[in-house]
């Protein structure tokens, strides 16, 4: 069931309601020139807005609630607060109400039309993953495509938003932020978490200083994913690495994480995570200044080359320690490699355009998105069933924005779609 003050916000916020004839409570004639602005904070409802009531025209807030007495309970006539109200709305009145000051504040009974009750309960309360699924082929493209624009860039704001607390974490080092981020990502969603407390046990500055040697990298990688520990493996490179390790971790008392926290099962051999972190240390391992060579890369086609690190020699002919295989190379496949700069690259350039006020790295940051195909996904195929078809990654990012953000936490109020659908 639908909170009916929450509703009432709604139609008063996007005037879905019979505006002729409009009264008080005791009989005056009211004239809604500006609706004001709506506050989700503490205070009155909505800011600035502009009523006539009778021929006296009144700025100031607007507070609604489901009925009169709600003033009262609320506090609101103890409230200084509350003194700037001009217009108390309500869809039960039953009494007068006075502010602070002792003065009367004029009330209207607002009527929220049945047909948007009716809509705004049926996608409140459906148990499909997208609640107006069966109404979307009815929606207009260029209105969808429209909001597709709007929460792309709002999926861009929230990763940025994560990138500042990264940087406010790491005082304000973009190489540290840039590096967790990195390393989360090529956890691919199923070691995701693992593949971070690796990066947050192991700064970043420490790789830099063994940046000539892959072999050294390596071995600070490996040992810090805790898999150069527990059973002994008879495997040359394998010891090489644990010796190598054994002298760094004392070197700068590191403290490795738990080995078995990384999932194989039902993985494909090329994703085990010991193939990961063999083509993350590659790519780290010659990045030197990690952000500052992405930043430095302008071409499209030169940045996928750069995440096109060739893994060491070992790992050509094996997918785990101490079992060899045909030789293979080891690149990040397409698919892989898209996820990586859909959801690291892109984002950190765009947080870096907004941090440094350089429109060019946020453009940058849509060019990526724009030049690689939509994501396949099980949010992109239900929509894609409802007759919502991605042009590009920036259209599928707008969709997972929109089932996670709005679909997902029934905010069909605030979405642009749902507007459409209740405002008929």
Known sequence: MIHSEYLLHYVWKYRLFNQTDLQTSDGRKIEIIDTGIHNTDAGADFF??????????????????????????????????????????????????????????????????????????????????????????????????????????????????????????????????????????????????????????????????????????????????????????????????KKEYDFLRHKYQLKPIDGFLFKKLRVRPNAFPQVRIAQLAALLQQSGRLFSSIIEKEDYKQLRLHFQAETSDYWQTHYSFGKESKKSDKYLGDSSLNIILINTVAPILFAYGRKTDQEKFCDRALHILESIKPERNAIVTEFQSAGIKPQNAFDSQALIQLRKEYCDKRKCLYCKIGYQILAR
């Open 48 to 241: 600035n807005a502009k009523i006539k009531i009778d021929d006296k025209v009144w700025a100031g807030n607007v507070e609604i609630h489901q009925s009169s007495d709600d003033w009262n309970k609320h506090g609101h006539h103890f409230d200084k607060n509350y003194n700037s109200v001009i217009l108390h709305v309500v869809e039960n009145v039953k009494d007068e109400i006075k502010n602070e000051k002792g003065l009367h504040v004029p009330q209207m009974i607002l009527i929220v039309p049945d047909d948007i009750r009716k809509n705004a309960e049926y996608l409140l309360s459906s148990n499909s993953n997208i609640p107006c699924k069966n109404q979307l082929p009815e929606i207009e493209k260029k209105i969808i495509n429209s909001w597709l624009g709007v929460l792309g860039i709002e999926r861009l704001e929230r990763k940025t938003s994560d990138i500042f607390a990264h940087l406010a974490r790491f005082n304000n080092s973009w190489d540290q932020s840039f590096y967790v981020l990195l390393a989360r990502n090529y956890g691919f969603g199923l070691n995701s978490d693992e593949f971070e407390r690796l990066a947050l046990s192991l700064p970043f500055n420490y790789i830099q200083r063994h940046s000539d040697s892959l072999f050294q990298v390596e071995a600070l990688l490996f040992g810090q994913a805790g898999m150069l520990h527990g059973d002994l493996i008879l495997d040359n490179y394998y010891l090489q690495l």
